[in-house]
């Protein structure tokens, strides 16, 4: 992705993207030059076009930069020779082969800036109560980094047929051999076929496999309906990632997902008509399938907490904050003493009385047990004579019939 740098025309200082003004700003003088959108440049682009938007390294004017430390790789400007990785906070270097990139269909803004994002990590951290108190000071402004995360998103008008079993519920009454009336339910499966389907829109999977998809998915998900059309000045000041992820493979992982909505679909709409359902089986057949690939804007910042690195990611459109942390053996310790100290509150809450009038008798407690103890035993031989009768006097035993 080219990215360029941008002189201010009244003082001659660098020219950053401005989130509250969604456009290039000078930080010194506050000139603002507007950024050009022209979403009817958002193109949809046939699958059967694989490599329409592929351009060669040595065209960019952009360099590859890669971390030896995690292997990430993101676009720069190409005067920079060195800056710092958002994901595990080494330093990137000039990575030895280029990059063939792919031209972004469009880019949705960053919608949050880095202030308001510290606010974020400072309020994110307060509600971790079982985080050590140190770590509410250890964020650090300059560590974090706005980074363009690129992704593929896939559209597909889908027609489903499927086929399972459907299941009716009813009631039985029946008397075992003493005469006892008891109740049973009993399920009856029945075939059923049907049709599902609908139009699967930005269906979206990452391009990039470098951060933690768990972790990306957790801030999800962005409104790409606000994206503009791609334009490199949304990326002065901020970093963006190379895209890893091949077209093909991102596809087979848009329609698994477009399999999973249509498997519930298809399971909805049996309940419909029956009980419960089992042995759902689908065909989809997929038409008009179009593809795009979107920028996405995200926070990330990597910090080390004795010894061991943590990640913490933002969404840098909706403010969706998810990330690990250490936990406070203290905090944890002190958990645990007061749960034990709420279950025994609660044990003497609800036996006080009876302890207290047991304990007013010497030995009586002792008695008590092996009274209850006593007939305890009793009730459970009675219960094995009673199941045990039929067999010891020849009898023929009835299980009641248990068919599904």
């Excluded at 059923?192 to 990452?206: A, Q």
């Excluded at 795009?292 to 061991?308: H, W």
């Excluded at 998810?322 to 036996?351: D, T």
């Excluded at 047990?369 to 009835?398: F, I, K």
């Amino acid at each position: 992705m080219e990215e360029k740098t941008y002189k201010c025309g009244s003082c001659g200082g660098t020219m950053e993207f401005d989130v509250a003004a969604q456009a290039l700003k000078c930080p010194n003088c506050g000139t603002v030059i507007e950024i050009i959108n022209d979403r009817n440049k958002i193109v949809e682009h046939p699958l059967d076009r694989y490599s329409s938007s592929r351009i060669r390294a040595d065209e960019k004017t952009s360099h590859t930069m890669e971390c030896k430390s995690c292997g990430a790789r993101i676009e720069v400007e190409a005067s920079c020779t060195a800056t710092e990785c958002p994901y595990c906070g080494t330093t990137y270097v000039l990575a030895e082969k280029q990059e063939e990139v792919v031209i972004p269909d469009g880019v949705v803004p960053f919608q949050i800036d880095q202030n308001q994002v510290g606010e974020l990590f400072r309020n994110w951290i307060k509600k971790r109560w079982l985080a050590p108190g140190a770590l509410r000071n250890l964020y650090q402004k300059g560590k974090l980094q706005g980074v363009y995360l690129p992704y593929w998103t896939f559209d597909a008008q889908t027609h489903c047929y499927y086929t399972a079993q459907g299941g009716r519920t009813r009631t039985e009454t029946y008397r075992d051999k003493d005469g006892e009336t008891h109740t049973r339910t009993h399920t009856d499966w029945y075939f059923t076929s049907g049709t599902v389907g609908c139009f699967f829109d930005d269906v979206l999977v990452r391009a990039s496999h470098k951060l933690d998809g768990r972790l990306l998915e957790r801030i999800e998900p962005f409104q790409t309906a606000d994206a503009a059309s791609y334009s490199p000045d949304y990326f002065s000041g901020y970093e963006a990632e190379c895209c890893s992820r091949d077209l093909e493979d991102a596809h087979r992982e848009a329609r698994q997902e477009m399999e999973r909505e249509l498997y519930q679909m298809a399971e909805r709409d049996v309940l419909c008509r029956f009980d419960s359902v089992r042995d759902v089986h689908i065909q989809p057949e997929y038409r008009n399938e179009t593809y795009k690939q979107l920028i996405l804007p995200v926070y990330a910042t990597a910090y080390d907490y004795k010894g061991r690195q943590y990640t913490v990611l933002v969404n840098g459109q909706t403010g969706s904050i998810r990330g690990g942390y250490p936990k406070s053996p203290l905090k944890i310790a002190l958990l645990a003493a007061a749960a034990v100290a709420a279950f025994i509150l609660i044990y003497l809450l609800m036996w006080g009385d009876e302890l207290q009038s047991s304990s007013a008798l010497p030995g009586a407690l002792p008695q008590v047990a092996a009274a209850q103890e006593a007939d305890w035993m009793a009730d459970a031989a009675e219960e094995s004579r009673e199941q045990w009768a039929p067999v010891a006097s020849g009898m023929a035993y009835e299980w009641p019939d248990r068919r599904i």
